[in-house]
């Protein structure tokens, strides 16, 4: 994927924020109220100007939680959203502590799944029945300390390509 872009979102994202979650989520609720605010910390990734993906988290003390990693339908399995948690990884490793990350992923979500293993997420719960569908959750966990960072970071593809993810350009 040529041209990728991966900044901290800003409200002007707002609406196409919106378009993307709502493609995946029956959530109904007021986005802006909801996600941007200082909680949260949202990125987008654009791609020629466009935004085709996003990752919203928030870090509390030594913690993170990653609510959600959406990348647009048109836009799938083209390293968007490895490069969307390689953002994350990039910025806890500038902060020089160690971090732990949670996620709640469905255990029928292969493709997510596959993308928070390929940067060495653990499981380490179960919710049962936790989505309306009767669906159980997986808590899955990560570990980062800035000893082992250069080990994370080897987990993240590093070259320029088809099915690389490219260079970042974090603003
Ligand atoms: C999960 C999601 C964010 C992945 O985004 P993506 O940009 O398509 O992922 P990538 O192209 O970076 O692929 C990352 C890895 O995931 C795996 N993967 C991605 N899509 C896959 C699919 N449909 N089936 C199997 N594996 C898949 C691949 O193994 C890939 O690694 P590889 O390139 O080394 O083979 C995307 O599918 C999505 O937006 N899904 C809907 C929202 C969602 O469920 N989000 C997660 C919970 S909030």
Redesign the pocket.
């Known amino acids: 994927m040529q041209n990728l872009q991966i900044r901290t979102w800003q409200i002007k994202d707002l609406e196409e924020v919106e378009k993307l979650l709502r493609q995946?989520s029956t959530y109904t609720g007021n986005v802006k109220r909801d996600f941007f605010s200082q909680l949260y910390t949202g990125k987008v990734a654009l791609t020629d100007g466009k935004i085709v993906?996003f990752v919203l988290y928030w870090i509390l003390e030594n913690e993170v939680e990653i609510?959600?990693?959406?990348?647009?339908?048109n836009?799938?399995?083209?390293?968007?959203?490895?490069?969307?948690m390689a953002s994350i990884i990039d910025e806890l490793a500038s902060l020089q502590k160690p971090f732990t990350i949670f996620l709640e992923?469905?255990e029928k979500?292969?493709?997510?799944l596959?993308?928070y293993q390929?940067f060495g997420f653990k499981k380490v719960a179960v919710r049962k029945n936790y989505y309306k569908n009767g669906d159980n959750a997986l808590v899955l966990m990560l570990k980062i300390n800035p000893t082992e960072v250069k080990d994370v970071q080897r987990r993240k593809?590093e070259k320029t390509g088809q099915?690389k993810?490219p260079p970042l350009r974090n603003t």
């Open positions: 995946i993906g609510h959600a990693v959406i990348v647009d339908k836009y799938r399995k083209r390293s968007i959203g490895k490069a969307l992923v469905s979500n292969i493709p997510a596959k993308l390929l593809p099915g993810v």
